[in-house]
T-cell receptor, first 114, second 111 residues
Framework: KAGVTQTPRYLIKTRGQQVTLSCSPI?????VSWYQQTPGQGLQFLFE???????NKGNFPGRFSGRQFSNSRSEMNVSTLELGDSALYLC?????????????FGQGTRLTVV | GDSVTQMEGPVTLSEEAFLTINCTYT??????LFWYVQYPGEGLQLLLK?????DKGSNKGFEATYRKETTSFHLEKGSVQVSDSAVYFC??????????FGPGTSLSVIP
């Protein structure tokens, strides 16, 4: 079974631009969540989707948005990029709802804003 | 609110030394607990998990026991190898599939 796939692996963008990151969950997984990882803040939760609905959102500005498609694939978008948005963005999928199931993570997308 | 606390390190050990990384959590109820590992340049991999009190998770020589009375889930390994060098994250999951992570502990094992 293929794991969680994130594309692209690396991105370099300029301040003020926007970016879209993609995540394909493990086949059959319907929950997809996104995290931002930075040296200063660690791993922070962005949002979580289940069956195309955002169920949970972290404490990030409205420039960060996401969506999930009917095939469970998800995208996240960051508009008006700032230098502080440089980070590793991780996507995770879970097979079912509930706190007993582990989240399976992708390799991440390394975003650099210059 | 819900949180996960762990020793931040960095931790440097000699090969074959004993490893303990402390982790405590706050939560309502009894959440499932996880240890994830991140090797340089990679994403997160599940190392082990425990879903209820007194459960012991184990994998690749690592162990952690879910202690309800002390709200802890300390990670241990009896003899570390150079290949264990990585960052280790203690975590718990909420009912809405949000994972709450500790700050991570960087481990370096020297030959």
């Amino acid at each position: 079974k293929a794991g969680v796939t994130q594309t692209p692996r690396y991105l370099i963008k300029t301040r003020g631009q926007q970016v879209t990151l993609s995540c394909s969950p493990i086949s059959g997984h319907r929950s997809v969540s996104w995290y931002q990882q930075t040296p200063g803040q660690g791993l922070q939760f962005l949002f979580e989707y289940f069956s195309e609905t955002q169920r949970n959102k972290g404490n990030f500005p409205g420039r960060f948005s996401g969506r999930q498609f009917s095939n469970s694939r998800s995208e996240m978008n960051v508009s008006t990029l700032e230098l502080g948005d440089s980070a590793l963005y991780l996507c995770a999928s879970s097979p079912e709802v509930g706190s007993n199931t582990e989240a399976f993570f992708g390799q991440g997308t390394r975003l650099t804003v210059v | 609110g819900d949180s996960v606390t762990q020793m931040e390190g960095p931790v440097t050990l000699s090969e074959e030394a004993f490893l303990t990384i402390n982790c405590t959590y706050t939560a309502t109820g009894y959440p499932s607990l996880f240890w994830y590992v991140q090797y340089p340049g990679e994403g997160l991999q599940l190392l082990l998990k425990a879903t209820k009190a007194d459960d012991k998770g184990s994998n690749k020589g690592f162990e952690a026991t879910y202690r309800k009375e002390t709200t802890s889930f300390h990670l241990e390994k009896g003899s570390v190898q150079v290949s264990d060098s990585a960052v280790y994250f203690c975590a718990r999951k909420t009912s809405y599939d949000k994972v709450i992570f500790g700050p991570g502990t960087s481990l370096s094992v020297i030959p």
